[in-house]
């Protein structure tokens, strides 16, 4: 089992670059979601998808764009990088947080927009 | 509002020493609480997930208790190895919507030799 799989593991953008950080689970999981995680504070939730066809915006989401075409998928879009978007960014899936099961995490992408 | 608060932000302790990481919580209606280990550069892994009903779960030498009625929660590492160097994340899941789950910023532990 790969479990949550990210890519890339790094990237360096210039502002106003576009990109896209993917991530694609193995686990069947309806549950997605990004986050990220900068120092001295907890993970932030980007974007969330509840199942294919079907996303909603988390706590921080301006200048992110997300899409649920398949259950394994969920490519995180940045539509023009700010350096506010310097970040690691960690994709998640799990069955519905509401159900006691954990949630698995991806690698990780460390992002620096100069 | 729901928050999440963990003390020490950071920790140094020696090899084989024990250590106790706490975990304050005003997330509600509440579902569960789970504690994740975070090796630098790596992603959060789950260590143990407590529902209301649980006041106690072990992983290994991670034991986790939660007392729901004043929301505490700790996390014990026994024997403490220098493995165990890494950030410890509490994480508390409200009982409601999809867009539930409350992260602590973490305690960072050092194990010295």
């Known amino acids: 089992n790969a479990g949550v799989t990210q890519t890339p593991k790094f990237q360096v953008l210039k502002t106003g670059q576009s990109m896209t950080l993917q991530c694609a689970q193995d686990?069947?999981?309806?549950?997605m979601s990004w986050y990220r995680q900068d120092p001295g504070m907890g993970l932030r939730l980007i974007h969330y998808?509840?199942?294919?066809?079907?996303?909603d915006q988390g706590e921080v989401p301006n200048g992110y764009n997300v899409s649920r075409s398949t259950t394994e998928d969920f490519p995180l879009r940045l539509l023009s990088a700010a350096p506010s978007q310097t970040s690691v960014y960690f994709c998640?899936?799990?069955?519905?947080?509401?159900?006691?099961?954990?949630?698995?995490f991806g690698q990780g992408t460390r992002l620096t927009v100069v | 509002k729901n928050q999440v608060e963990q003390s020490p932000q950071s920790l140094i302790i020696l090899e084989g020493k024990n250590c106790t990481l706490q975990?304050?919580?005003?997330?509600?209606?509440?579902?569960?609480l789970r504690w994740y280990k975070q090796d630098t550069g790596r992603g959060p892994v789950s260590l143990t997930i407590?529902?209301?009903?649980?006041n106690t779960k072990s992983n290994g030498r991670y034991t986790a208790t939660l007392d729901a009625d004043t929301k505490q929660s700790s996390l014990h590492i026994t024997a403490s190895q220098l493995s165990d160097s890494a950030s410890y994340i509490c994480?508390?899941?409200?009982?409601?919507?999809?867009?539930?789950?409350?992260f602590g910023t973490g305690t960072r532990l050092t194990v010295i030799p």
């Open positions: 998640a899936s799990s069955y519905m947080p509401t159900m006691n099961t954990e949630a698995f």
């Open positions: 686990m069947n999981h309806e549950y």
């Open positions: 994480v508390v899941s409200a009982r409601t919507g999809a867009n539930n789950l409350f």
């Open positions: 407590m529902t209301f009903s649980e």
């Open positions: 975990c304050n919580y005003t997330v509600s209606p509440f579902s569960n």
């Open positions: 998808s509840v199942g294919a066809g079907i996303t």
